[in-house]
């Protein structure tokens, strides 16, 4: 072989890369073979591309380095041939794990393959590098008249430009008042805007659109300054300031005429909820500009903005210090910005040499924390997300939104600065209004709503649970936080009286219920009186406050227990008697009916879940008119096999209706299903499925059984007669990736059928119920008068009555 330069590899230096790069192609192709073997069909095509194509890169990869391994037991081969079939081994290797989808980590034996360069080489490549950098500094220079920080700094104000100056619907008019505000010459007399000709002289002028003015003056974008003879000059605020720069920016965010402004304004206030006329007055109003994003904008400054700030700065220097002094350096010019500082430039010959100062600073003071990463205000934290190999995702919980439990904001971030931007986004508009500083008109506010700490539970109660109204009063509906099902009972003049001053509002539910909620008068009394009692302003009265009622509400709150009705609410209709008593039979003992009133003494739960009167049942509708199968009678196996479950997952059955599921007809046998669920469902669906006597995932909910109730022969007391209809689910799941995230909604009934379940036994839904099963009173025997023992009768022969299908359910019992 040929004797190699100096810094080139050896020949078995590049034997080994090559053999290296050949196993990690080998590698990539096992995966991506893998890959195909656990595919679907969905996938399996493109995962065969996949594989074929790593698999004809890592044959190449192989056959280079089998012809490395040639060329080195060749003597008469140069040392440059098998340098050649290693980069060729590593270049295969290369993209065979790029077609793979694996990390190109065969990209990290191309250094061994390079040849080792000198001092004077790699000073050589420095320095071509440089100058090509330098040239294209200068030419981005000549084009913008920027360096490079103010370059990319330009390039962010245009992107967020983008996003900002759609939604501030603007007007090229808005614009043009934002300018002429700019010049210092608008002013504000007689109710009319107008640009002034002169500065300083406030009379006359071109006239300036007097509803654009007013709108940007409401929306914190104006600010008026007074001065002489009422006149009030309007100037930019900061705010208004970074708007007119972004409108600037992006000019294609602009509406062409008011009309479509407004529509734009529009739509993104009208809210269902809201009435026309606030939709209207919302719409009027221009949005403000939050305050991350005028804290987000910079201004780019050019080249020649920075030489003139350089010359002022060193003219305010040399005057400051009274000129020139002997033994004093005259001061060196200013260095362009951008350009490379030589080393040493600062020195002079004959002069010391310059040391910076000695910074002051206490001994034994701490050191200062330095922040690692961004900041987030108080309440927000990070949460991090299931991350892919080659980047992380986040998310943002609020701490402060619901009682201290945190709750996950939308969005996910592959930026952690992009987070802490949402983050602090959110908190300006949903928590920096309580945390600042109140004013004179809101303590005075504050001090007209002397609220007592019940008074101000209950709008709590209102806002974030349950505050609804029943026969027996007012109830507070699961109202603990860290506790379920806890219901409290609220005095009913505290509750009117808050309704009667306007801070809550009755919602009328469609079931006839009232529901209580706060108004927005309320949650704004709410806020404020937050803020005054976290910033010592104001505490909770004592006492309850007498709250002077509104006009419209002075009349009284209408009382449910009472009898008395909003204006249009629908009131129930009258039970009607029936035509005929039913004949009770003698033997039989009278029941009263399920849909009796419940007693006041009786708890709130009972109370809540009990039989529904008559009239307050669920009128007959397409769910009633259901195709009613008959019960499933189980065999003598069956029925061994529900003994055998665990206690708590007969209870589960039970309450599912699992217990005796009637299955629809299915084009797949039995065996099939079986084979399915055995080989295709994953561990934790077979688990579950082993625990219930008939399986857990296999059943609809069309396709359950008899409730407890009337497997117990409570049939009084049926679970869908006390619900006035059956259980329908709405047939809808989600499809979920192999790292648990959703993907789609799967709709197995694209018409939107409901599935039902209406219970299997054959007992009525509705109308009066049915009687209480009553076991058998055993009758007392006289002691015998006589030792002798009596004869003791033959009894008749009986006929054998037939076998009952619904003595098989007792069984379960």
């Known amino acids: 072989?040929?004797?190699?330069?100096?810094?080139?590899?050896?020949?078995?230096?590049?034997?080994?890369?090559?053999?290296?790069?050949?196993?990690?192609?080998?590698?990539?192709?096992?995966?991506?073979?893998?890959?195909?073997?656990?595919?679907?069909?969905?996938?399996?095509?493109?995962?065969?591309?996949?594989?074929?194509?790593?698999?004809?890169?890592?044959?190449?990869?192989?056959?280079c380095a089998a012809r490395a391994g040639e060329y080195d037991s060749d003597p008469e081969m140069p040392d440059s041939a098998v340098?050649?079939?290693?980069?060729?081994?590593?270049?295969?290797?290369?993209?065979?794990?790029?077609?793979?989808?694996?990390?190109?980590t065969a990209a990290a034996l191309r250094p061994a393959l390079e040849r080792t360069l000198t001092p004077q080489e790699h000073a050589e490549r420095e320095s071509a590098r440089r100058r090509a950098e330098a040239q294209q500094e200068a030419e981005h220079r000549a084009a913008t008249g920027m360096d490079a920080d103010n370059r990319r700094l330009a390039a962010m104000n245009q992107h967020l430009a983008e996003g900002i100056v759609p939604a501030l619907g603007w007007t090229a008019g808005h614009v043009r008042v934002l300018e002429a505000a700019e010049t210092g010459r608008l002013y504000w007399r007689d109710e009319q805007a107008r640009q002034a000709a002169e500065h300083g002289v406030w009379n006359g002028g071109r006239k300036v659109s007097r509803d654009r003015t007013r709108a940007l003056r409401d929306a914190r974008f104006l600010a008026v300054v007074d001065a002489a003879d009422g006149v009030g000059v309007l100037v930019l605020t900061p705010a208004g300031r970074v708007a007119l720069e972004l409108a600037r920016l992006h000019p294609a965010g602009l509406h062409e005429t008011d009309a479509a402004a407004y529509e734009a304004r529009f739509a993104r206030v009208a809210r269902r909820h809201k009435r026309m006329d606030d939709k209207k007055a919302a719409a009027r109003r221009l949005p403000a500009l939050e305050t991350s994003t005028v804290r987000r904008y910079r201004r780019p400054v050019t080249l020649v903005e920075q030489e003139a700030c350089a010359a002022a700065a060193a003219a305010e220097q040399w005057e400051g210090e009274g000129g020139y002094c002997p033994g004093v350096p005259t001061p060196a010019p200013a260095v362009e910005e951008g350009a490379a500082r030589c080393p040493g430039s600062e020195l002079r010959p004959g002069l010391p040499t310059p040391h910076p100062a000695p910074e002051a600073h206490a001994e034994d003071a701490p050191p200062v924390p330095v922040p690692v990463g961004p900041v987030l205000p108080a309440g927000m934290y990070f949460l991090p997300l299931p991350s892919t190999r080659y980047r992380e995702w986040w998310a943002i919980q609020c701490g402060r939104c619901h009682g201290g439990a945190r709750v996950d904001l939308p969005g996910e971030f592959a930026d952690k600065d992009d987070a802490a931007l949402a983050a602090h986004a959110h908190y300006d508009e949903a928590h920096r209004p309580a945390d600042d500083w109140l004013t004179i008109e809101e303590i005075t506010e504050a001090d007209r709503w002397p609220l007592s700490a019940a008074q101000r539970t209950v709008l709590h109660w209102a806002e974030h649970a349950e505050l609804a109204e029943f026969d027996d009063g007012f109830w507070a509906l699961d109202c603990v936080p860290d506790r379920w099902d806890v219901h409290k009972k609220v005095s009913r003049g505290r509750v009117t009286g808050l309704w009667a001053a306007?801070?809550?509002?009755?919602?009328?539910?469609?079931?006839?219920?009232?529901?209580?909620?706060?108004?927005?008068?309320?949650?704004?009394?709410?806020?404020l009186l937050l803020r005054a009692e976290r910033q010592g302003v104001a505490q909770a009265a004592p006492k309850d406050a007498r709250l002077t009622p509104l006009p419209n509400r002075s009349g009284g709150y209408p009382l449910q227990s009472e009898g008395r009705y909003f204006k249009g609410e629908r009131k129930p209709a009258v039970d009607r008697a029936p035509a005929e008593p039913a004949a009770v039979p003698a033997d039989a003992e009278p029941t009263p009916p399920a849909a009796a009133a419940v007693r006041a003494d009786q708890p709130l739960l009972r109370r809540l879940f009990a039989p529904r009167p008559a009239r307050e049942q669920r009128p007959v509708d397409g769910l009633r008119t259901v195709i009613r199968r008959p019960q499933r009678v189980l065999t003598d196996e069956e029925r061994e096999r529900v003994r055998d479950t665990a206690l708590l997952n007969f209870q589960g059955g039970l309450i599912m209706g699992i217990t005796d599921p009637v299955p629809n007809p299915s084009p797949m046998p039995e065996e099939a299903g079986e084979w399915v669920r055995e080989q295709v469902w994953p561990e934790h669906f077979q688990k579950i499925e082993r625990k219930y006597p008939h399986g857990f995932r296999r059943w609809s909910m069309c396709e359950r059984g008899t409730c407890w109730n009337c497997l117990n022969g409570r049939c009084d007391l049926c679970v869908h007669r006390q619900k006035g209809g059956p259980d329908v689910d709405r047939n809808k799941g989600w499809v979920t990736s192999h790292q648990g995230r959703t993907v789609a909604e799967f709709i197995p009934r694209p018409g939107g059928e409901p599935c039902v379940w209406w219970c299997r036994c054959a007992c009525p839904k509705d109308g009066p119920a049915p009687a209480r099963r009553t076991k058998k009173a055993k009758t007392a025997q006289a002691p015998a008068l006589v030792t002798t023992p009596a004869p003791v009768p033959v009894p008749a022969a009986r006929p054998v009555p037939a076998p009952d299908p619904d003595a098989a359910q007792a069984l379960l019992w």
Request: charged residues 30%.
């Open 502 to 527: 306007g801070l809550l509002d009755v919602h009328l539910e469609s079931n006839g219920r009232r529901r209580l909620m706060k108004s927005p008068t309320g949650r704004r009394v709410a806020r």
């Open 83 to 104: 340098r050649y079939c290693a980069r060729g081994a590593v270049d295969h290797a290369v993209r065979a794990q790029a077609a793979a989808g694996v990390e190109a």
């Open 1 to 63: 072989m040929l004797e190699i330069d100096a810094g080139e590899p050896t020949p078995q230096t590049c034997l080994r890369v090559a053999r290296e790069a050949a196993e990690l192609a080998v590698a990539a192709v096992d995966k991506a073979t893998r890959a195909v073997a656990r595919s679907s069909s969905a996938s399996e095509a493109r995962l065969e591309e996949v594989m074929f194509a790593a698999h004809r890169e890592a044959a190449e990869a192989e056959r």
